[in-house]
């Protein structure tokens, strides 16, 4: 039952550095999101995609980039991390393209810009 | 556009106690409401969701939500509550991204304390 998945759980950078966060689920689910958590701002959408190969802007995709070469599989990108992109990231999966659908999150990645 | 308001950031509460955490929405369109809890240092889980048909919802440990309409509200109540229950409780709304797939608005949560 591993569901979504993301590694690394936690990274420290140095502004200016890049790095990609990986996840990966394994329930065939067509649609993929990245999150972003800060406290008291609730989670907010970076990027998401629809399937294998396409990708869209969230709310706050500014300094950040993403790929999505396999189904089952959705990079996040900083090229250039900034102190700003300190937070927690989650990435998450649905099926199906009703607004009921339950999205499925995976545990965070912790990230800290120096 | 949508967005949700959940006013309690914090909510304190003594075990077997019960508990609102309150959620209310904005929405030009037809809505599907849900509650995610988050323990420390997890990810998000889905506690309930509204979708359509009875206004009531419940959860497999207790929880309830009620949809109002009019109110604009969804609501999460327990009538006792554990120490086991201490996460950050989110409300959010969900609706349909351009192209496919569903996006959802989350409030800016409320950290439920239980205490003995």
Same mark, same amino acid.
């Given at each position: 039952?591993?569901?979504? @998945?993301? @590694?690394? +759980?936690? %990274?420290?950078? +140095?502004?200016?550095?890049? =790095?990609?966060?990986?996840? $990966?689920?394994? =329930? &065939?689910?067509?649609? =993929? ?7 008291? =701002?609730?989670? %907010? ?9 396409? *990708? $869209? ?7 950040? &980039?993403?790929? %999505?070469?396999? +189904?089952? &599989? ?20 649905? *099926?199906?393209?009703?607004?009921? &659908? @339950? ?8 990230? *800290?810009?120096? | ?23 209310? !929405? ?9 509650? !995610? ?9 889905? /506690? ?55 996006? /959802? ?10 205490? /003995?």
């Amino acid at each position: 039952n591993a569901g979504v @998945t993301q @590694t690394p +759980k936690f %990274r420290v950078l +140095k502004t200016g550095q890049s =790095m990609t966060l990986l996840c $990966a689920q394994d =329930m &065939n689910h067509e649609y =993929m999101y990245w999150y972003r958590q800060d406290p008291g =701002m609730g989670l %907010r959408l970076i990027h998401y995609s629809v399937g294998e190969g396409t *990708t $869209a802007k969230g709310e706050v995709p500014d300094g950040y &980039n993403v790929s %999505r070469l396999k +189904k089952q &599989n959705f990079l996040l990108g900083l090229e250039s991390a900034a102190p700003s992109q300190t937070s927690v990231y989650f990435c998450a999966s649905s *099926t199906g393209q009703s607004s009921g &659908n @339950t999205i499925y999150f995976g545990e965070g990645s912790w990230l *800290t810009v120096v | 556009a949508q967005s949700v308001t959940q006013l309690d950031s914090q909510v304190p509460v003594f075990e077997e106690a019960p508990v609102e955490l309150r959620c209310n !929405y904005s929405s030009s369109v037809s809505v599907y409401l849900f509650w !995610y809890v988050q323990y420390p240092n997890q990810g998000l889980q889905l /506690l309930l969701k509204y979708l359509s048909g009875s206004t009531l919802v419940e959860s497999i440990n207790g929880f309830e939500a009620e949809f109002n309409k009019s109110q604009t509200s969804f609501h999460l109540r327990k009538p006792s509550v554990h120490i086991s229950d201490t996460a950050e409780y989110f409300c959010a709304v969900s609706y349909i991204l351009t192209g496919g797939g569903n996006k /959802l608005t989350f409030g800016t949560g409320t950290q439920l304390k239980v205490e /003995l």
